[in-house]
């Protein structure tokens, strides 16, 4: 019982008089125990940080070469079936279009939210040319598969969860509607 006094009245002691080797004792061992790890200070805003969405990695981009079209998707070399994100095509000149376009070539995929659809394809965007700005509307317009068969009139919108292109497929598509 006297060890316990003698080591609350000197805790007590130590916590009012401020003595500073309690505090170096901590810094010492959370050094130890964690590393030099410096201090976060609390930071002034004048205003609300300002938060901005990043562009698409490149890292995200995957090189595939096309074998064939199949109804309602692509089939790879690799045997993997590709679903393109955004869209729906399933008539003959819908499949002889894109089977003109891009079947035996190069093409980049690049996914986007759901990575895989309720068959087991994976959803993609697919590029004629590697993207040096994905979410540029007018390299989308130009160069991404998915846009080209929209804006020609060979597909429609289709998609059950929000895509990146969602606004760009929808001018698109009014646009079209506009033009008839």
């Given at each position: 019982m006297r060890?316990?006094?003698v080591i609350?009245f000197?805790?007590?002691?130590?916590l009012?008089t401020?003595?500073?080797?309690?505090?170096?004792?901590?810094?010492?061992?959370?050094?130890?125990?964690?590393?030099?790890?410096?201090?976060?200070?609390?930071?002034?805003?004048?205003k609300?940080?300002q938060?901005?969405t990043a562009?698409?990695?490149?890292?995200?981009?995957?090189?595939?070469e096309v074998?064939?079209?199949v109804d309602g998707y692509i089939?790879?070399?690799?045997?993997?079936q590709?679903?393109?994100?955004g869209?729906?095509?399933y008539?003959?000149e819908?499949?002889?279009?894109l089977?003109?376009l891009?079947?035996g070539?190069t093409v980049w995929?690049?996914?986007?939210?759901?990575r895989?659809?309720?068959?087991?394809?994976?959803?993609r965007?697919?590029?004629?040319?590697?993207?040096?700005?994905?979410?540029?509307?007018?390299?989308?317009?130009?160069y991404?598969?998915?846009?080209?068969?929209?804006?020609k009139?060979?597909a429609?919108?289709?998609y059950?969860t929000r895509i990146?292109n969602?606004?760009i497929?929808?001018?698109?598509?009014?646009?079209?509607?506009?033009?008839?």
């Amino acid at each position: 019982m006297r060890i316990f006094l003698v080591i609350f009245f000197f805790a007590i002691t130590i916590l009012f008089t401020g003595c500073d080797s309690v505090y170096r004792v901590r810094d010492w061992t959370q050094e130890a125990l964690f590393g030099n790890i410096p201090r976060l200070e609390r930071q002034q805003f004048s205003k609300p940080p300002q938060f901005v969405t990043a562009p698409t990695p490149i890292s995200n981009f995957r090189e595939a070469e096309v074998n064939r079209i199949v109804d309602g998707y692509i089939e790879l070399s690799t045997r993997e079936q590709v679903r393109l994100i955004g869209i729906v095509y399933y008539n003959k000149e819908s499949i002889d279009f894109l089977s003109e376009l891009i079947v035996g070539r190069t093409v980049w995929l690049e996914p986007d939210g759901i990575r895989v659809d309720f068959d087991g394809r994976i959803r993609r965007y697919v590029w004629l040319k590697y993207p040096t700005n994905p979410t540029d509307t007018q390299t989308i317009l130009i160069y991404q598969v998915n846009a080209i068969m929209l804006l020609k009139g060979y597909a429609d919108i289709y998609y059950q969860t929000r895509i990146r292109n969602e606004q760009i497929f929808r001018r698109i598509v009014e646009e079209r509607a506009d033009a008839r």
